[in-house]
């Protein structure tokens, strides 16, 4: 009865891996492209945080100072 429990044991410990990884690639695999297209929007360089659970993604604000419009005299 021991014996076979520890090959269940052993089973589980090395298949558990496997199949978290290949979640993992199949999640990617689905979601790639929308993932993609997220980050290219919001510029992936200036993405500080990425949560995936209710979708959050929080961007570094920019240090470039906002132009004002000239305004015509009259």
Known sequence: MRVEIMKW????TVVWPLIGFIAILAFFAVFHR????????????????????????????S????????RKKM
């Open 9 to 12: 044991v052993n089973f589980i």
């Open 34 to 61: 929308p993932l993609r297209q997220i980050l290219e929007q919001f510029n992936c360089r200036d993405v500080i945080r990425l949560k995936l659970g209710p979708l959050e993604i929080e961007k570094r604000r």
């Open 63 to 70: 240090r470039k100072p906002a132009r004002t419009r000239n």
